[in-house]
């Protein structure tokens, strides 16, 4: 497949910036939960997975950018041919979705004990409604 020229720039933009991201954090423990790097502006974005990366970030700062200087100056024609221009570097976090535990229903070891005969003394109608549907569940769990 032949892409367009357009397409060719982004992908070769977006790997010199994983490149150049991926070396700053060389060696450290917190690259295990580098996801990705993006640039927002005058800014190059560090996205981990976990809050604890960032804060590892924070105190490794300088030590990131010094081996990105060391980086940038072998491959300074590259990066800036890719426009991949910045001036800080910054860390975020974005959380990962947890597992959804299924949980096997299981029965109740105790009888309801409302009977659903209460008083809806709300006077928003979408509530009213809640109570409504919550009232008439519990009636029809105690006609069984």
Known sequence: MILPHFMHIGMARHRAIQNIATVGLEGLALSSL??????????????????????EFVYKKEDIKAKMRGYYSLFKEDLKANNVLFKEIEACVIAEPKE????????LLYGERSTGDFDIT???????ELFTSIQQT????RGK
């Open 100 to 107: 959804v535990l299924h949980v096997k229903p299981t029965t």
């Open 122 to 128: 709300c006077t928003d109608p979408k509530l009213r």
């Open 138 to 141: 519990i009636k029809a769990e």
């Open 34 to 55: 580098f996801r990705y790097a993006k640039i927002r502006g005058n800014v190059l974005f560090f996205v981990f997975k976990h809050q604890t990366a960032k804060f």
